[in-house]
């Protein structure tokens, strides 16, 4: 028996991808297509891309099999788009896209699909960036600048997230306070310099100084081994928990009811999440 024998038959998963594309196209089509979906463009569609990104992950941290096979539908109807588009202007096609990451993926992993071998992981990650610079016509024994590694991060990621991913690099290239002493007085620092320019009218410095109050918030969590986009997510998630239940007990619209009135509300909120959840917040 060959190995491929041995699998399941792939002729269900083809026809459903199969389909998707055809739905796609007919609703691209300038002959009885869906007007919504002709006037997209690659760029009027990055704001989908993004917010299906975020509901995929929103759905697996919540752990929910039918949502998440949802929303990774939606995701992949906006590759399957992107790529449509692309089609239709001559630049490539779903196939390429389709060939070209598994191309990619035999290519990094030679100690999968060819003769390599590796002891470690951090051996694992040397070739891999070997494999990637030659990829880019680069000489993998030259380093790049720590800059040139940065910029990507700050370009690609959501702005949060690349400040940690940048706060690490820079950490390792050894560009780090020597306590977490000197982080914390960065931040008090950062914190005056925020509070003084609060008092201008100038926006653009204020925005500065709240970037670097910001920056220096995720160098403390670094510090501390914490994930602040998972902090913050978090904080969002308990803010809505609070205002539902508030909303749940009140008995007139939350606009019409007092500041003191809110606050009585939103102790009582937090006071029974605190005992739902058995921890403090």
Not at 157 to 173: E, I, N, V, Y
């Amino acid at each position: 028996m060959t190995r491929s024998d041995s699998l399941p038959s792939q002729a269900p998963l083809l026809d459903a991808l199969t389909q998707l594309v055809a739905v796609v196209a007919q609703l691209r089509s300038p002959q009885g297509g869906c007007p919504w979906d002709l006037e997209q463009t690659p760029e009027t569609l990055i704001p989908y891309v993004i917010e299906e990104a975020y509901e995929t992950v929103d759905a697996i941290r919540n752990g929910d099999s039918a949502a998440i096979c949802e929303e990774l539908g939606d995701l992949l109807l906006q590759v399957v788009l992107q790529a449509q588009i692309a089609s239709e202007a001559g630049q490539f096609t779903l196939q390429e896209v389709a060939q070209g990451i598994t191309d990619k993926l035999i290519r990094r992993h030679p100690h999968v699909f060819g003769d390599v071998k590796v002891q470690t992981i951090d051996e694992l990650h040397q070739n891999w960036e070997q494999i990637k610079a030659i990829e880019k016509g680069e000489d993998p024994n030259i380093v790049k600048p720590l800059s040139h590694k940065l910029s990507r991060y700050a370009r690609s990621l959501p702005p949060l997230t690349a400040s940690m991913k940048m706060s690490q690099q820079a950490a390792a290239a050894g560009f780090e306070w020597e306590t977490v002493e000197g982080v914390w007085d960065k931040f008090n620092e950062e914190l005056a310099e925020f509070k003084e320019s609060l008092a201008s009218n100038d926006k653009a410095h204020q925005e500065s100084e709240l970037g670097d109050l910001l920056f220096t918030i995720v160098n403390l969590a670094r510090w501390y081994h914490l994930d602040p986009s998972a902090g913050l997510q978090g904080t969002n998630q308990r803010f809505i928990q609070r205002l539902q239940l508030m909303e749940a007990v009140a008995d007139r619209p939350l606009e019409t009811y007092t500041l003191a009135e809110l606050e009585t509300l939103w102790q009582k909120a937090k006071a029974t999440l605190r005992g739902t959840e058995g921890v403090g917040h």
